[in-house]
């Protein structure tokens, strides 16, 4: 396909920069003296209509008088000039344009007119309000900082220009290097999706820095976030960690989840890391990219002293991390060469005479220990250590270890050289041993994201869509009424048409109908209030439990709905609900619910229920689509995974009944949009089973004209485009979304395809998909994009894959760029065109106007296949040896 669309930006030839000025200390100044102190090697335009000169370059008065295309405009004129400047600029045929002017508020009607004018003529935008960017390797500094990036293989990205220029100047004296940095200020056209999907592929990057402060397109952002971090860390940094999100209603799953809570859940499932601070950031970005040496979370450490020992396992244990227990040999090993008084277990404390060798012994001890899955080295100088002796023996020690290794020499003046040693020898090290600890276990962390990050459930957990006809009458009549809240029976009614176990109850609107109801239902029963403004019960002294005859149910009868008067006299009372008595000694009551985010759409939670919500904190949260990796987690996350074990005797409730139920919510939540809020609270769970007690929903009608899953931040996995089909001569094969499993069959496909076939999809000569392309063309997110595999089947079982078809949506949404690769042997068998006519649509029903995409002269047989599928082509007018395919969708 085609490079990516913002290459304009980072790898410019020629640059436009309007309002250039010789007035020391403005932007404009500064950033043309940026620009050409830089080592930029393309053209520099300065335009400015009140000058001839600026900084000994000839000025131009206007943007339409360029004497070549230039592919970036650097705006730095006054915010009230911008829809006049972006229209000439526009006019003059510039497409990308980085905004420095300040004063543009985000929603304002001056940011309005901005982004209409950059949408109409075709304009990507930076900013406004931004720093900038910077490419080192390029020598573009297109900002106005004083602050210079080194060349490095880091990428930051920041909401905050003051945040990126500080962190800058920090970098500076740390010598940590980067491959872009850029400011995005208001984010208005490209955002951190954007960038984030840009440095997916870019080779100069290797690790990805991440300052926001807020999210204005969710689901490009979790696109362009989960595109990147497939192929290399991701750590963030958002502030407004304690900033709670928008009243959810009267929903307790609402009222329970705070923004915070949601942007972790986010992170988690995109395979990203998220830390608390900035120096946490570069903290992290030392001892990711030995994420492919980790196994597991067992840490060993090795000390000279007891008291750091103390600190890192303290903070090993609030982090989460296991201390590796050492195996018999290695105890053998390390008394055979240590001190009497070594601590004979991890911590491996070496004693305040530590010497190199024994740091040596010691680190090679556990670096053969299986126990042990990643390692902390730790020095406090001491009067009888030599540090930087110490450093160059643990350099040495560590070599090309198969584990991950981090070291913490604490001091300042003592350790100077030393730490300068292991910073040459290519250790992450950190200061303290809670830096150290904590960076350690963000590795652990992003392992188990990674996890997350390779789950593609599907609408339905179970690869089948859920039968969702009862919950949409009960829904549809309720919106017809007017209505948002559905009553405890019709909530119950949405559940059960998922297979959720309901307590069913009946309503009763007198003391005779609760009578009647109690005995057909047999006793004892329960009884609650009914009406559709209590959304608590308990709350107003409107339950009643273990009522064993008639005569306590004509009292409770009374008792409710008198009570339920005092407590709340301005509700609307319909009665009561009589129910089976549920739950006994070994069950326990959960709270399953769902929540709308303002930024990420619907949100599970599950945590401790009944009337112990409010007072319990065990609980977690996690975006649907779910499946049983992602369910497990939650149940893990949510701390009550413990009641799930045998203690003392007594049987743990039943972890399968659980999870059954969350993926049943969250097949329906998929499926129906209009549920905004859902508390199943309480969910009774025994040994064997579960039961939904009580049940709450709210409901709203979904925009026209809104995408099947628009309302999801996470696009699942789409299952209903898998098909069955046939070639001309009978041959089975199945047309179905790709998945991450198939990486090995796509490499499989690429390896078996001539070097002719492979030069014609690639436009280049390559033997294998790298590691990073494949998880790019195999783990994808199905908004955005979209391939279809063709694969060959042996009865049920797929064997290999024929051909392969793909789409990326272009940046303004209206078309899409295609890609297309057959197997030699499917050659001729009809298999692309049909694959062509799946894709054109699935693009069609996206609400796609046009597909397009490119195409080697030389390759005549495609060439003929755009013909015959009513493509129109055209010659590149920048390489006479590529062909442009476009139709009309």
């Known amino acids: 396909m085609a490079g990516h669309h913002l290459e304009r930006f980072f790898h410019p030839r020629a640059i436009a920069v309007i309002g250039a000025s010789d007035r020391p200390h403005s932007i404009g100044q500064r950033v043309l003296a940026n620009l050409r102190e830089g080592g930029f090697e ?182 362009g976030l989960r595109a990147a971090a497939r192929a290399k860390p991701v750590i963030v940094v958002k502030s407004g960690r304690f900033r709670q999100s928008a009243p959810a209603a009267l929903s307790h799953a609402g009222a329970l989840i705070g923004a915070d809570e949601v942007f972790d859940a986010a992170i988690a499932r995109a395979g990203a890391i998220r830390v608390e601070r900035m120096d946490q950031l570069f903290s992290c970005a030392q001892i990711l990219p030995a994420r492919e040496r980790m196994r597991g979370s067992r840490l060993g450490m090795v000390t000279d002293g007891g008291g750091p020992a103390v600190i890192a396992t303290d903070r090993a244990v609030e982090r989460g991390l296991k201390l590796a227990e050492l195996s018999p040999a290695t105890v053998k090993r390390l008394d055979e060469t240590l001190p009497r008084q070594w601590s004979r277990q991890n911590p491996v404390d070496l004693l305040e005479d530590a010497t190199p060798e024994r740091y040596r012994h010691a680190i090679e001890a556990c670096l053969t220990d299986d126990g042990i899955d990643l390692l902390l080295v730790m020095l406090a100088p001491q009067a009888l250590t030599d540090p930087t002796a110490i450093a160059r023996t643990v350099i040495r020690a560590v070599g090309d270890a198969r584990k991950p290794v981090a070291v ?283 039961l939904a007690l009580d049940a709450r929903v709210v409901i709203g009608e979904v925009r026209p004209n809104a995408g099947r899953y628009s309302h999801l931040a996470i696009h699942p996995y789409p299952v209903d485009l898998i098909r069955s089909a046939r070639l001309a001569d009978g041959t089975p094969f199945t047309i179905r979304p790709i998945r991450p499993e198939d990486a090995e069959l796509e490499q499989r496909f690429v390896g078996a395809m001539s070097p002719e076939s492979r030069y014609f999809r690639f436009m280049e000569t390559m033997d294998r998909l790298t590691p990073s392309m494949l998880a790019r063309f195999t783990q994808i997110d199905y908004d955005r994009e979209l391939a279809l595999v063709a694969v060959l089947l042996d009865g049920d079982r797929e064997t290999e894959e024929m051909g392969v078809v793909r789409y990326t949506i272009d940046p303004d949404e209206r078309g899409c760029e295609f890609a297309i690769a057959i197997a030699d042997n499917w050659h001729r068998h009809g298999l692309a065109s049909r694959l062509m006519e799946e894709l054109m649509t699935c693009a069609r029903t996206r609400g796609l106007a046009h597909i397009h995409g490119e195409v080697l002269a030389a390759n005549v047989g495609m060439l003929r296949l755009m013909r015959h599928l009513g493509f129109t082509i055209s010659t590149d007018p920048e390489d006479h040896g590529v062909k442009r395919v476009v139709r009309a969708l």
Not at 119 to 127: A, N, P, Q, S, V
């Open 42 to 223: 393309g053209r520099v335009f300065p335009v400015n209509p009140r000058h001839d000169e600026v900084q000994g370059l000839p000025c131009l008065h206007h943007i339409a008088r360029l004497p070549e295309k230039v592919d970036v405009a650097v705006v730095s004129t006054p915010a009230r000039t911008l829809p006049t400047v972006l229209r000439e600029c526009g006019e003059a045929g510039v497409t990308g344009v980085i905004v420095h002017s300040t004063g543009v508020e985000r929603g304002s009607t001056l940011e309005q007119r901005v982004l209409e004018t950059v949408r109409r003529y075709g304009i990507r935008m930076i900013g406004p309000n931004c720093l900038g960017i910077m490419r080192p390797q390029a020598g573009l500094n297109a900002t106005f900082s004083r602050n210079r990036a080194e060349t490095g293989r880091l990428a930051l990205v920041s909401q905050s220009g003051a945040l990126m220029a500080a962190t800058l100047d920090w970098a500076a004296e740390q010598r940590i290097g980067f491959s872009l940095a850029a400011s995005l200020g208001n984010a208005s056209d490209i955002d951190f999706g954007d960038v984030l999907d840009y440095l997916a592929i870019d080779g100069r990057t290797e690790s990805i820095l991440l300052y926001l402060e807020g999210i204005r397109n969710p689901r490009r952002f979790m696109s």
């Open 408 to 690: 913490c020499w604490m001091g300042e003046a003592q350790v100077r050289e030393a730490r300068r040693a292991l910073l040459e020898g290519g250790l992450p090290q950190f200061e303290t041993p809670e830096a150290a600890v904590d960076a350690v276990a963000a590795l652990s962390r992003h392992r188990t994201n990674q996890a997350l990050l390779l789950q593609v459930p599907g609408a339905s957990a179970f690869h089948r869509p859920p039968n969702t006809d009862e919950a949409r009458d009960v829904i549809d009549a309720a919106l017809a009424d007017e209505r948002t809240l559905l009553s405890a029976q019709e909530s119950k009614a949405v559940l059960r048409s998922v297979g959720v176990p309901v307590n069913r109850g009946v309503e009763a609107h007198t003391a005779a109908e609760a009578l009647a109801a109690a005995d057909s239902i047999g006793y004892p029963v329960a009884m609650k209030i009914s009406s559709p403004d209590i959304t608590h019960k308990s709350d107003v002294g409107g339950v009643r439990l273990g009522i064993d005859d008639g005569h306590g149910v004509e009292t409770a009868f009374r008792t409710l709905m008198t009570g339920a008067a005092r407590a709340a006299p301005d509700a609307h009372l319909l009665g009561v609900t009589v129910e089976a008595m549920a739950g006994g000694k070994t069950s326990r009551e959960l709270l399953v619910g769902v929540a709308s985010d303002p930024v990420f759409g619907p949100v599970l939670t599950l945590g401790a229920g009944g009337t112990l919500v409010d007072l319990l904190r065990d609980r977690a949260v996690a975006l649907p689509p779910l499946n049983p990796m992602i369910a497990d987690d939650l149940i893990r996350r949510s701390g009550l995974a413990r009641l799930m074990e045998t203690r003392r005797g007594e049987p743990g409730i039943s972890r399968e009944a659980v999870m059954d139920v969350l993926l049943k919510v969250s097949n329906l939540i998929c499926a129906v949009p209009e549920i905004r809020e859902l508390d199943i609270n309480p969910l009774t769970v025994d040994p064997e089973r579960s």
